[in-house]
């Protein structure tokens, strides 16, 4: 009995099972009837939009909007021709000539300010960025040193012009002498010519015996005392005339001295002025250092003064931009500082090197590998700009800056010919050379056959 329940729940379990996997392959056949009905709505669906494309790539189109399609394009098609052609024609005529670069900046030949004397600052009368004039003074130096030389070189002058009258006094006395030394060495040359007489006259009477040998020989030694004081007055006019040399030498003396001394005091007053530091340009005030109480030496930086009104553009074209420019070319400006703003300005003149050749370290190209580079040449243009905009100009600004060399392109064109020109008649010469040379031996070859 327990065998059969045992089977027969066995069978209830099958059919249960059995009973279970029927349902799931029901479920299973309406999932894939409801995929199959969902493709083929999306076929139907796929079809249809097939169908309206092809509906509307059969549909011809509007012959209005075909034509009005037709017209856009060769208008828009001659304009861009058009465009193409002005570019092209402004390129050929303009645009070929106009060389730029941004490799520019603004540049000013600014002074440094420093002093001529050393001492220490009392005052300084200028203050940053202030515009100052020529002449203006910027700052005052403790100048009691050389206001003190200056009082002793005038000291100096008034002796040496004392010594000079003392000179010329004594010169004037030296010169009286010489009158009276002369007036001597005439009543000498009276006496002695007076005793010569006498003792001419009295000799051939002395021979005769007509007069005494006595009296002539009186006659004799008063000849002898003349000719004596004779020279005496001569040593004495010859005494007097060196003396008066002499003064003459210590009058010269004198006045060199004289001369020194008002050169030592010019000396003094120009570096007390120099106590008083003044501009020697235009322009303002930058990289002020100069303080109140500082002991400054000659050459010690103050300031610098940067000329505004001065200007001028440093532009570093490139080589192959050079060719056809030259001094007076128009050039236009445009500094990043002032957008918007064309500036107008000329070539002014151009570097005799480029900027390889003035480096703290020059390239070797004689040495490793060589890889070409293309040089700059600095090229100064002045800006030609009113005072307003001048004094927004600062040195060191970037700027671009265009320049227009129609004017250069028949240099090229006139240097070409001439090289040309020279170059043939160089060839012609060799020419004529070579012809010479084959000539002499065919006439040194005739020579010796005859």
Request: hydrophobic residues 35%; without cysteine; neutral net charge.
């Amino acid at each position: 009995m327990a065998e059969n329940s045992d089977d027969e729940k066995q069978k209830d379990d099958s059919q249960g099972e059995s009973g279970k996997n029927e349902s799931n392959d029901d479920s299973e056949k309406d999932d894939s009837k409801k995929d199959d009905s969902k493709k083929d709505d999306s076929k139907k669906d796929d079809s249809k939009g097939d169908d309206s494309k092809d509906d509307k790539k059969k549909k011809p189109m509007d012959p209005a909007k075909k034509r009005r399609l037709k017209i856009i394009g060769i208008v828009i098609g001659v304009i861009v021709l058009i465009l193409l052609i002005i570019f092209f024609t402004r390129y050929w005529l303009d645009g070929r000539f106009l060389e730029s670069t941004d490799d520019a900046y603004l540049k000013a030949d600014a002074v440094i300010i420093a002093p001529k004397v050393s001492g220490y600052v009392t005052k300084v009368l200028v203050t940053d960025n202030q515009i100052v004039k020529a002449g203006q003074a910027l700052v005052t130096m403790d100048g009691r040193q050389y206001r003190a030389a200056l009082e002793t070189a005038q000291a100096t002058i008034d002796a040496r012009r004392a010594d000079i009258a003392r000179a010329q006094a004594q010169d004037q006395q030296l010169k009286s002498s010489l009158k009276q030394a002369e007036a001597q060495r005439s009543a000498a040359q009276a006496n002695a010519a007076h005793a010569d007489e006498e003792v001419a006259r009295y000799a051939p009477l002395a021979a005769s015996g007509a007069d005494s040998p006595e009296h002539l020989a009186a006659l004799k030694n008063t000849q002898k005392q003349a000719a004596a004081s004779l020279r005496e007055a001569d040593a004495g006019v010859r005494g007097a005339q060196d003396q008066i040399a002499g003064s003459k030498a210590q009058l010269l003396q004198a006045r060199a001295q004289l001369e020194a001394a008002q050169a030592q005091a010019r000396q003094s007053e120009v570096d007390a002025q120099d106590t008083t530091v003044v501009s020697a340009i235009d322009g303002r005030v930058g990289d002020k250092t100069v303080q109140v109480g500082q002991l400054a030496q000659p050459g010690t930086r103050f300031m610098t003064v940067v000329p505004t009104m001065g200007i001028y553009l440093v532009a570093n074209f490139k080589e192959t931009q050079v060719g056809r420019m030259r001094p007076g070319q128009p050039a236009t400006i445009r500094v990043d500082a002032l957008s918007g703003v064309k500036l107008r300005g000329h070539v002014e003149s151009f570097s005799p090197g480029t900027g390889s050749q003035f480096a703290l370290l020059q390239p070797e190209n004689a040495t490793g590998n060589f890889t070409k580079i293309v040089q700059r040449m600095p090229v100064r243009i002045a800006v030609d700009a009113g005072q307003r905009t001048r004094q927004l100009l600062v040195p060191g600004l970037s700027v671009k800056v265009e320049v227009d060399t129609h004017s250069g392109k028949d240099d090229l064109k006139d240097i070409k010919q001439d090289e040309d020109a020279r170059s043939k008649q160089e060839k012609r010469a060799d020419k004529q050379m070579e012809k010479q040379g084959l000539d002499a031996p065919m006439n040194s070859n005739d020579s010796n056959g005859r």
